[in-house]
């Protein structure tokens, strides 16, 4: 039986662009526990950039637990969604790149779906991204939580 994982991402910026950065958490499908997560402090980005980063930081993880799972990709970003999908193209020659990397790192998966959340719902990739703002800002880099 194919293993199933949850990849949640967000990236942020404050600013547009700002000082950014990224969080992705991955967890077990069928316990919902936490296997890794994942963030950095980017420098100066766009949203846009740090959304992506977020999506292959965690597909990345993600496949260094499980090449060849089935992953459950959620996103509170609609945009994200919609390119992964294939329903939006991607003009921005900046993003280009990342969606390519993005896409190639999904191929490693036995499947993957593109699911677009409330951010409510992606509160903990939504942490991790903050964390990382955080520590970039006071010049650290992000470690994570002891004990998490």
Do not use: C
């Not at 991955?26 to 994942?38: H, I």
């Not at 930081?57 to 637990?65: Q, W």
């Not at 329903?87 to 790192?105: F, H, I, M």
């Amino acid at each position: 039986m194919t293993q199933r994982l949850i990849v949640e991402a967000d990236g942020g910026s404050r600013g547009n662009p700002g000082p950014a950065g990224y969080g992705a958490v991955v967890r077990d499908a069928a316990t919902g526990g936490v296997l890794a997560e994942v963030a950095e402090g980017i420098g100066k980005a766009t949203n846009n950039v740090a959304e992506y980063r977020g999506l292959v930081a965690g597909l990345r993880a993600a496949a260094d637990l499980a090449p060849g799972a089935s992953v459950d990709v959620r996103l509170d970003s609609d945009l994200l969604v919609k390119q992964m999908k294939g329903v939006y193209r991607v003009k921005n020659p900046g993003l280009q790149p990342l969606y390519e990397e993005a896409k190639g790192l999904a191929a490693r998966f036995a499947g993957v779906t593109y699911t677009w959340v409330p951010r409510a719902r992606n509160a903990h990739a939504d942490r991790l991204a903050n964390e990382a703002m955080d520590a970039a800002s006071a010049g650290r880099a992000w470690v994570p939580r002891a004990g998490a």
